[in-house]
């Protein structure tokens, strides 16, 4: 089985009670975990119960189960009635739907996905401002800008606070306070407060969703907890239907998801993580010292994992060396604690999957003059890199999503082909926009825009090579596409689609046009656009599904056109007015209500890196991930602060100094409530915690390179309110890096 | 769908052929042993061979479906004016003939001087969810509640029917309900309070203005005219037989109202099916049947079945037994009973039903009749897909469900949008793919140029309207076809809107049908589709104008918000009897008198196979005659209630099926969740 020092351990001996196993990254941990079900089912020691495999994202649960299932499979084992692998919030689903009446509801409720989700927050902070116009102002520090710049920050403070205030109520919910409650609350709270609004956003938020039919992710885990709190029958049942119970990434695990397992699991828990990659306490109220602690309890067995063959033995130096220079040297002495002394070893000389060697040290760090020149860079690099070496794997981290857009720019003019791990990523999007198109299309099917948008996304090919190269000289040669674009803007659409007579009147069409592939591909396309045009639109859900079968969906884009189609009826008796238009400028808007499960479908088939394709993802999302080639760019000291003065996420340049961090007040203030305590000012906290959390983000990125690793950083608005600079960490593992270079 | 041959056993001629006093029985016997065939060949008998004058024979009957057999098998009979209605259709008739009677006995109904109306079951909602509505938003009423208003309208109204059903007082739902949960609390105490304020208002606002809902009508009905000793004896005398199928799906005034009948008729043949028992969502309580009717008549029973074979009954029969009784016997799979193994996604699986279906008629034999797909929402989603899969080799499915809105039919919503057009003061500005499909149909003009003139009509100011097509550009780019048919409605709408009093929505579409839209090429369809629209305009117009709002505008809204359309009769007839694959819900299908040769069921893994019955504002079991008020209803009691409904719903579903069963389920649900539910466990265990 190819099984190293601890997980030997686990698939052999752990049979009961508590066990963890810390691992370092690289060290296997779904390799191992998926190896003991097989064990366990394969022997039958899971019964009678199954095994519960709790993970953190989709597309980890679709990778355990295709592990374990061919496992079992070489073992001449079906079926998949023996394990269960879920996210916590798939669990949660399953427990409130056995009884929704408990928590006033019916098996009818959504969960709500994040872009709805946004959609509500936003629209119950605009009711909240009708009533509180000057409440809304307080905070801005914005005297002496222009109008224009004033009603850019309202908007950018609207948009703040929508995160602001979700990530308050979600606060709310976890600590049990119900929109009832928050209002009884503030009553005694100043007006100017902004926990004060807090409480009536959430009032109104709250009413908004429950309307609406719909439960957040954070009632999903507060109202199972309480339903198995206070259910005794309930309980009973999950723990008589799960044996085990296995926590995965148990690093990023909260304190209602932990108590969950725990009660579910009767005794017998298994966590698997690695509190050096904690790395989501910022967005769920997460702590990593629930997995430290469980590993410290004497009555848990602990394996641990600390061999990995993943890096080569130069990038696995740079983490520990991080590890150590974090440790001993951390510029804030509170945060020399955030990563543990645990130190990757690479694995024996004669075991079986060695660690890579490549010829040369291929770690390189460089700073840039600003960002669009540091991606430019990266890009450029990657190009170099795959020229080389076609078969090598790569991917670029940036540390928050609105990143991606420069280099999104620069792939898509290089015509680098690229992959990006988001649910809103263009890949993910295809079918829904490909619909968008054509709807939009037919909604208002005299707009030459609309008309040429549909068919680039649906009929043409991605380009045209021009046969007759030397005619036009480089300056004139314009693309084909773009030429068809230009003609059906200015000409009247039903001219050619509906030509009076029947034919089109080609003394019209330019002719270098006429001569084009393009012309003819818009030809050959016209039968097919008027079948979508003249199909009966007043049930729209057949004409969605007329669409996805003519432009030959394949399995995958039907699921999405399906999905589509049965959430439209479900959208229009929401809205009496909504019109195809609408349906189409919500299918085109790249974050949509179809993300979620577009991902769900995409994710089925599990994500593996491709030889030769970019894959762009945020440094949260590359977990779990690894590539032959990894670029950690944006490593500046606003994404990876390093010290108290350094810029942090959260803190607003819009706002006057004291509301300068409206999360911690928030925090601060609420905390100071409940406890009945003094006010504590947390904004020190809330920094000390986001240093050590980004200092783990940045070994995360590191540990996710086989063989090459490079990182980057840059400066911008030197000087101004602004400014941005390279992080201590950069310039700290740059120096680094000089040194073993020579 | 075809029929099933029945042989008339010597037994069975015996009961037909009863004498025409003292001959009170109850047929027993499990689904398709020909009971309703009995039946109905006595009713035949009683009419044409002892003569009895058809108005003496009251016939009760479940529903449209069971009626519309009775109409087609009893045609030439039909001598008198004839008693066959369901007990909602009787309690209306009777309310309505004996209106006087009522009113002397009430003293709720204030507005004495117009005839009574009857809510359907979506003016019902749409009342309850305008207070509901506007309670939540401006009262922050059910606070707590995570639930559409829709939802929680037709729950309230619901539990208004089945306390009335049950005889329960309709100030005690509340109470009853609170008092029966194993968890009580401040939230859920202050929720049902609520409902009851709500409903308490309702009904005295109802009742004040002489509209009754369903429950209304029947709690009149049993207080106000059964009470009434006039009355009674003259219904005693009225009434000399009596003729009930399937009275296991009774509900218990229903029970309580043949026994009440019972001493004074000649003669009485009821049809029991002793497996029935699925419609307890609609308030049918088949232990009150067994408590209340089953010994006051005396029983023959029937048991030779004609619908399935001996296999598929033996089978449904281990199926019941291992759901309801935890059996756990073993079935040796046969290539009757086929089960497909899961698909990864919903869409695939729906896919793959339609090409088995195909594969089913053109190379096993069957013609499209001959199948039935069961699925628990027969959603338009599963319409469709499975329905192009069979266009593509030339067949049809239809969906016996009622799920078709108003406005899916362009016809119907013709007449909407120019409904919009012509009343601005309504407020309702037609949406741009409205007024272009409006265009294109009376127009005849293509996509395109009807999408210019939507949008110049619908820029125009201060409201839409026709323009001037003579306007320069606009004549040019949109041609001149039809253009006197453009200059025609244009004035009439000019016209229409100068009138100081808009008529009543129902009168409009009424004219409007006649003025603008009847032409050569409306078929009959379409024609259909309108009236039906005109009818429950009339109808809903009639109900609402007495609460004193603008009846027309309300209708237009609800229109828009997707309510469902009317069935005609014809339309049903012709789903029964044509060639068609039928899709339909477990009910549905149920409720009909249907069978089928080949029964394909789809979702097996789903949960929704498991209904809970407790929802937040509710419990159908709670709000029954046989509940007692004194009990906590637990988990242990609604798990045991789910497993008998499914128990029953299977196999009476099962036992329809002559050949072959197929089942069919997927991974995922529609939302991308997984399925786990546990009747596809059931036939994992069982089958081997």
Known sequence: ?742 | MEGYTIIISDNMKKIIQLPEDKSKLILKGPTGSGKSTVLLERYKYMVSDLKIPSEKILILLLNRTQSLEWRTKTLLEASGAILRTSYYGFIQGEIKTYYPVLLKNCGEILNKNVKPVFLTFEAAQFLVSVVIEWRRQNQGAFEGVTSFTDRLAIDLTSNLVRAAISDIPYKEIGKRLYSALEKKDDIKKRIYEEADDILKRYRKRCMELGIFDFGMAVELYNSCLLKDESYKNQLFKRIEHLIVDNIEECVPTEVDFIKLLLPSLKTCLLGYNYEGGYGEAFGSNHEYVKKELLDKVKSVEINKTYTCKEFMTEFSDMLFDNIQYTKGEKYKIRTEIERVPPFELRSEMLENVGERIVNLIEDEGYKPSDIVVISNYADPVSEFVIARELEKRGYEIKNLTRKSRVIDNPFSQGLITLAQLCHPTYGFMPGRDDVKSLLRMVLKIDPIRSSILAGEILSQRPFAQFPDIEFPGLVERVGYYNIEKYEYIREWIREYRERDNPLKINEFFQKVFLEILISKEVSQKDILEAKKLIDSAGSFVDVVTRFNRNASRDFLDVVRKGIKSGESIFELEEKLSGNFVLLSTPVAYLASSLKSKVTIITSLSSSNWTPRSVKEITNLHVLTKTWDPKEIYTEDIEEKNQKHYLAVLMRSILKRCQDKLITFESVLSANGYENDGILADYFDEMLI
């Open chain 1, 1 to 742: 089985m190819g099984l190293r020092k601890g997980q030997k351990e686990l698939v052999q001996q752990y049979r009961g009670g508590y066990c963890a196993i810390p691992a370092i990254p690289g060290g296997g941990k779904t390799h191992c975990l998926s190896l003991w079900a097989v064990e366990m089912i394969s022997n039958g020691l899971h019964k009678p119960g199954k095994i519960l495999i709790v993970t953190y994202m989709n597309s980890a649960v679709n990778n355990f189960k295709q592990r374990i299932s061919t496992e079992l499979q070489k073992k001449g084992i079906l079926g998949t009635k023996d394990y269960f692998v879920s996210t916590i919030h798939g669990i949660c689903l399953q427990i409130i739907k056995e009884k929704p009446d408990l928590i006033a509801t019916n098996e009818e409720f959504n969960v709500i996905d994040g872009v709805s989700k946004i959609h509500l927050i936003s629209s119950a902070i605009d009711e909240w401002k009708r009533h509180n116009e000057q409440e809304f102002l307080l905070y801005l520090d914005i005297d002496g800008f222009s109008a224009q710049k004033m009603s850019n920050i309202h908007k950018n403070w609207h948009d703040r606070l929508c995160n602001i205030m979700l990530s308050a109520i979600g606060d709310f919910k976890i600590k049990g306070i119900t929109a009832q409650r928050a209002r009884e609350l503030c009553k005694d709270i100043s007006k100017d407060s902004i926990l004060h609004w807090a409480c009536q956003i959430y009032d109104i938020y709250d009413r908004k969703l429950k309307i609406g039919g719909f439960l957040d992710f954070d009632d999903m885990l507060f109202n199972a907890r309480k339903m198995l709190l206070e259910d005794e029958h309930l309980l009973n049942k999950y723990q008589k239907m799960y044996s085990y119970v296995c926590e995965d990434e148990a690093q990023d695990s909260n304190y209602i998801q932990s108590e969950i397992l725990e009660m579910i699991s009767n005794g017998n828990l298994l966590k698997v993580g690695d509190s050096n990659q904690a790395i989501c306490g910022s967005f769920s109220s997460s702590d990593f010292s629930l997995f430290k602690n469980f590993c410290q309890n004497p009555a848990t067995t602990v394996y641990q994992i600390t061999q990995s063959s993943r890096n080569t033995k130069d990038i696995i130096d740079i983490a520990n060396y991080f590890v150590k220079y974090v440790r001993e040297r951390h510029p804030v002495l509170e945060c020399r604690e955030s990563l543990l002394p645990q130190y990757i070893e690479p694995v024996d000389e004669n075991d079986p999957r060695p660690n890579p060697e490549i010829d040369k040290f291929g770690i390189k760090a460089a700073i840039f003059e600003s960002w669009e020149d540091e991606a430019r860079a990266v890009v450029t690099k990657v190009v170099h890199m795959f020229k080389k070496d076609p078969q090598k794997t790569a991917a670029i981290l940036v540390p928050s999503s609105w990143r991606m857009g420069f280099i999104i720019n620069i792939l898509d003019s290089m015509k680098i082909p690229y992959e990006q791990l988001e649910n809103t990523s263009s890949e993910k999007n295809k079918t829904v926009r490909k619909l968008g198109r054509v709807i939009d299309f037919i909604a208002l099917p005299e707009s030459g825009a609309k008309l040429f948008d549909m068919l680039e996304e649906c009929f043409l090919k991605d380009s045209y090579e021009e046969n007759i190269n030397d005619s036009e000289s480089e300056e004139v040669k314009e693309d084909q596409k773009e030429q068809l674009r230009k003609f059906l803007k200015k000409y009247p659409i039903e001219k050619l689609i509906y030509p009076v007579g029947g034919e089109i009147d080609n003394a019209d069409i330019p002719d270098e046009l006429l001569k084009k592939d393009v012309w003819n591909d818009f030809l050959d396309s016209l039968h097919m656009i008027r079948e979508l045009l003249e199909f009966p639109n007043a049930i729209v859900e057949k004409l969605i599904l007329f669409i996805s079968e003519k432009l030959k969906f394949d399995r995958e884009e039907r699921a999405i056109a399906q999905k589509v189609a049965g959430d439209v009826r479900y959208l229009m008796s929401q809205d009496p007015h909504w019109k195809l238009s609408d349906l189409a400028l919500e299918l085109l808007s790249p974050k949509n209500i179809f993300n979620f499960f577009s991902g769900i479908v995409w994710e089925l088939k599990g994500y593996e890196p491709k030889p030769g394709v970019i894959t762009l993802a945020t440094y949260h999302k590359s977990k779990g991930l690894e590539w032959d080639i990894v670029f950690l760019t944006g490593i500046n000291n606003e994404d990876f602060p390093a010290s108290l003065e350094d810029k942090f996420v959260g803190e607003y340049w819009f706002l006057k100094d004291k509301f300068k961090n409206p999360q911690a007040i928030i925090k601060s203030q609420m905390n100071c409530l409940l406890n009945n305590q003094e006010f504590k000012d947390y904004s020190l906290d809330l920094k000390l915690e986001t240093i050590s959390e980004r200092a783990r983000l940045l070994y995360v990125g590191i540990t996710r390179a086989k063989e090459y690793l490079f990182l980057s950083s840059h400066e911008q608005n030197k000087g101004k309110k602004n400014q941005v600079l390279p992080s201590k960490y950069i310039l700290e593992l740059k120096r680094y890096i000089e040194e073993v270079e020579n």
